[in-house]
DNA sequence: TATTGTTATACTCTATAACTATA
DNA sequence: TATAGTTATAGAGTATAACAATA
């Protein structure tokens, strides 16, 4: 055919590396590892969060979060405890101080990240955002549903 | 600001995974794994490489390679041997059986990701994919030049 | 001495499986 | 018994370092 192109996996996929790759340094200065900045974003939509919620919200294992809260803990960014309804279930939610340096971790990596989409132009930078935000919806609905190991629409 | 928006390595990273995973059943259908399948694909712009280089154009270890050549060449779908140039190196090149099998998988793929890109309008496909490749080249020259720890640019 | 390919080793990350405490 | 959180173990994947052949 007339329209060959590169496998979509094959651009995305280095994409994402060297985004991250970008992103380590900034987190870095604000002292955040990269799960630590992802449980500060997981958090932020609603107030509270059980671990488990959690942790598959930001697809991680629930085990593989424990040391990362703790951390969060420790420093004051979260608070962490046992639901009184329930106690087997810790209640996760974010203090003032984690959210503020989860804002402005986001917004020094964003600046970053403005660099890259300046290559494009105007026009077209509007709709890959447009059309990244529809893709990404549409994989994160795919996960979100029950362990969906055969993932037949992707 | 007006034009909040979720982070770029936040969309790119998960939809790059989930991506992949959509292709593994895929390639496993043409027993090839995701570092065969890569090596023919790095092997596809030019008659020969040596394995240094090859393993750089597809982002790998030069180590990483090694076992997945031995399979490749076991199976014909590569040849491999030392250059009479210079016998350090060897040269590697496709072979007509590991052209084949190379565009049948990739016919495949592109058929499954093409399922994806059907969730865009049209002409935001069109932008979409041109301003993926704009992205994927700068990100590609970025870690092309000298191993580029500090990544200005990006 | 420097470089390519190779092999062996160590390290990181992740997934799996037990353990506790609550229900 | 079933579930949330925790801990410990095992496995996969990757990077690092040493080695042999050639220049």
Known sequence: ??????DLAAMIVPLGRALMAAELPVLDRHELSMWSYAVLLGLGAEPVYTQAALAKTIG????????VLD?????????????????????VSLTEAGRNIRDRAQRDIQA????L???????????????LR?????????SGRHGNET????
Chains 1, 2 share one sequence.
Do not use: C, H, Y
């Not at 989409?117 to 059309?131: Q, T």
């Not at 529809?134 to 795919?142: G, H, N, R, W």
């Open 71 to 91: 951390e969060l803990q420790r420093r004051g960014l979260i608070t962490r405890g046992p639901d009184p309804a329930d106690r087997r279930v810790n209640l």
């Open 117 to 131: 989409l300046e290559r494009l132009p105007a026009g077209d930078r509007r709709v890959f955002l447009r059309a």
């Open 134 to 142: 529809t893709l990404s919806d549409a994989v994160a609905e795919q």
């Open 151 to 154: 993932n037949p629409a992707l």
């Open 60 to 67: 991680a294992d629930k085990t593989r979060i424990i040391g």
């Open 112 to 115: 970053r990240e403005n660099q």
């Open 1 to 6: 055919m007339s329209n060959a192109r590169p």
